[in-house]
């Protein structure tokens, strides 16, 4: 079978099928050798490695992972790419093409059965209508994950990397920032991909973390009280919090944890540190009544 991350190669295969582009799946396909290979080397796969790829569109990519990788499996949405799929990787006996959507996949059990349970790499090029989910997930489910090497919309990799304070930071800053260490690896213009899409793109690599950064009790509770504070941005956190009626917070009691916080009652979420929101989730979250953590946060860096 012939490369496809070349425009002829792609044009052809996708006549050969009469494909369509779907807009609502994402699709922009990548046409451009050198950012296929910068992706896979940042990647860093080798022989040993058991490989989840995020929607291979036409198998692109997935022919340069089933080369260096143990194992791929290829998890693709739209049903009209599978019989591609099946004729460009046809070469390879190390890949599983499944037809589902990522987000209702038990990636789970997927890393249980064909990595024994060890933690696995994913790679993608990201659809952009679903980035942040995908990433929410892949960060705070319980699969086991040594990095995510993925294909972002330009805007998304400035949240990811965002500080306190600025506009872009989010519940995504924290998640990325507390579960990895985010490193860009390249940015990509629009003409590396057919269609091209109307934003810039980046790669960037998460290399997971097997002890945070930061130390919590709840970290899922923490990622409630976090969403929380940025569902609405410009109110206060207090009523951020307040307004939120699943976490069971009265306005008393979140004022008296700011206050022993060292942090004024009109505070804004996008001002708070994650070292912060780690204090705060420890005095207002489950057990949390009996702790003080004051000291241990005046002393940390913002
Ligand atoms: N990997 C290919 C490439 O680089 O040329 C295609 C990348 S394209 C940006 C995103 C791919 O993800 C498309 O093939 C799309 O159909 C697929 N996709 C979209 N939503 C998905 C989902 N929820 N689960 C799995 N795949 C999805």
Same mark, same amino acid.
């Given at each position: 079978?012939?490369?496809?991350?070349?425009?002829?190669?792609?044009?052809?295969?996708?006549?050969?099928?009469?494909?369509?582009?779907?807009?609502?799946?994402?699709?922009?396909?990548?046409?451009?050798?050198?950012?296929?290979?910068?992706?896979?080397?940042?990647?860093?796969?080798?022989?040993?490695?058991?490989?989840?790829?995020?929607?291979?569109?036409?198998?692109?990519?997935?022919?340069?992972?089933?080369?260096?990788? &143990?194992?791929?499996?290829?998890?693709?949405?739209?049903?009209?790419?599978?019989?591609?799929?099946? !004729?460009?990787? =046809?070469?390879?006996?190390?890949?599983?093409?499944?037809?589902?959507?990522?987000?209702?996949?038990?990636? &789970?059990?997927?890393?249980?059965?064909?990595?024994?349970?060890?933690?696995?790499?994913?790679?993608?090029?990201?659809?952009?209508?679903?980035?942040?989910?995908?990433?929410m !997930?892949?960060l705070e489910?319980?699969?086991?994950?040594? =990095?995510?090497?993925?294909?972002?919309?330009?805007?998304?990799?400035?949240?990811?990397?965002?500080?306190?304070?600025?506009?872009?930071?989010?519940a995504?800053?924290l998640a990325?920032q507390f579960y990895?260490?985010?490193?860009?690896?390249?940015?990509?213009?629009?003409?590396?991909?057919?269609?091209?899409?109307?934003?810039? =793109?980046?790669?960037? &690599?998460?290399?997971?973390?097997?002890?945070s950064k930061v130390g919590v009790r709840d970290a899922k509770w923490m990622f409630r009280l976090i969403r929380a504070s940025f569902? %609405?941005? &410009?109110?206060?956190?207090?009523?951020?919090l307040?307004?939120? =009626?699943?976490l069971?917070?009265?306005?008393?009691?979140?004022?008296?944890a700011?206050? %022993?916080?060292?942090?004024?009652?009109?505070?804004?979420g996008?001002?708070l540190s994650l070292e912060q929101f780690a204090a705060l989730s420890d005095l207002l979250g489950p057990g949390g009544?009996?702790n003080?953590r004051?000291?241990?946060?005046?002393?940390?860096?913002?």
């Amino acid at each position: 079978m012939a490369v496809l991350g070349i425009p002829r190669n792609t044009i052809e295969i996708l006549q050969k099928y009469d494909f369509h582009f779907q807009k609502k799946f994402g699709q922009n396909f990548l046409i451009d050798t050198h950012v296929l290979e910068k992706i896979v080397q940042a990647a860093e796969i080798s022989r040993e490695d058991f490989v989840l790829e995020i929607g291979p569109g036409i198998g692109t990519m997935t022919q340069y992972l089933c080369e260096c990788g &143990r194992e791929v499996m290829a998890v693709e949405i739209d049903r009209n790419l599978i019989p591609i799929l099946q !004729e460009t990787l =046809s070469g390879y006996d190390n890949v599983h093409i499944v037809n589902e959507d990522i987000l209702k996949l038990n990636i &789970r059990e997927a890393a249980e059965k064909y990595n024994g349970g060890k933690p696995i790499k994913v790679v993608a090029n990201l659809p952009y209508y679903i980035t942040t989910p995908i990433i929410m !997930e892949l960060l705070e489910g319980d699969t086991p994950l040594e =990095s995510i090497t993925a294909m972002v919309q330009k805007e998304v990799a400035d949240r990811m990397k965002a500080a306190p304070g600025t506009k872009d930071y989010g519940a995504l800053s924290l998640a990325v920032q507390f579960y990895s260490q985010a490193e860009l690896v390249a940015n990509v213009p629009p003409n590396c991909f057919m269609p091209r899409p109307g934003v810039g =793109s980046a790669v960037v &690599r998460l290399t997971c973390r097997r002890d945070s950064k930061v130390g919590v009790r709840d970290a899922k509770w923490m990622f409630r009280l976090i969403r929380a504070s940025f569902n %609405q941005r &410009r109110k206060t956190l207090q009523n951020g919090l307040h307004n939120e =009626s699943g976490l069971g917070l009265d306005k008393e009691r979140i004022v008296e944890a700011l206050e %022993q916080l060292g942090l004024p009652a009109t505070v804004r979420g996008e001002a708070l540190s994650l070292e912060q929101f780690a204090a705060l989730s420890d005095l207002l979250g489950p057990g949390g009544e009996d702790n003080d953590r004051k000291d241990r946060i005046h002393g940390s860096d913002q």
